[in-house]
């Protein structure tokens, strides 16, 4: 099957069942979010699925091709990419470097070419500077391509890593919490950016407590709760789900659950 496919998929640390026994379905093409209260799991599947975690049971699959059990870096070789909640910014680096440092999984010279600049190795740093800094200007920060980044304000560096992650040209890129910190504006310009970006061929895993931002973006959202499907379906459906509305607020009188934390 085409897309992201979890099956069975558990994570037990200790006693705790982060994630159990999920069962899911990413078709390409889409904006999948991956919403829950805290605690639900959602940065744990987000690690069984770019392979840093290994799951305790089931399995993921990508275009029906099994990738749990591989090493993280081949969950990214085949196609996998993501953003972290915590920046992975090198702050003694310009913006374009950073970027650039996203590419390395498709660099062709070795050892031999960095230590003596073959001209194969200078081209390939070009070709990788000029795509860095077309994508410095897809996620709008063709201005900071310079600027080191810890001269960036903060929204800025999450477009940053959002354009670090894109250099890998992954064909999944999954996002944990990227409005995180944002104020209205800023969060827009998320939105803005992970709609291009799913209109550019790039399906989007989203995890996000941003409600408006979610509801605003995704074609389907997961709900987790105590590691376990809670709910799915689209923005609509999920949001006038007595269930969800419960494990946000604790109460089924609640109508806006899922608004009340954006
Ligand atoms: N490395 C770990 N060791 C032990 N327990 C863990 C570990 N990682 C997560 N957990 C536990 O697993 C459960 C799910 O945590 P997880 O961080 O995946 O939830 P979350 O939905 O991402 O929460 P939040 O929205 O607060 O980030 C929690 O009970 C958490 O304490």
New binding site residues.
Partial sequence: MSGLQASGLSRV??G????QDLSFAVPHGIVQSII????????????LLTGIYRPSSGAIALDGRTLSGLPTHRFAAAGIGRTF?NLQVFFNMSALENVMTGRHLHERCGLLGNLVRTPARRRDEQACRALARELLEFVGLAAYADANADAMPYGALKRLEIARALAGEPRILLLD?PAAGLNPTESAEIAGLIRRLCRNGTTIVL?E?NMKLVMGVSDRILV?DH?RVLSEGDADRVSRDPRVIEAYLGSVEATEAPHARG
């Fill in positions: 640390f200790g705790i069942h982060a994630v829950g209260p805290n605690g639900a799991g959602k940065t744990t599947l987000l690690n909640q919490e995890v407590h987790l590691g």
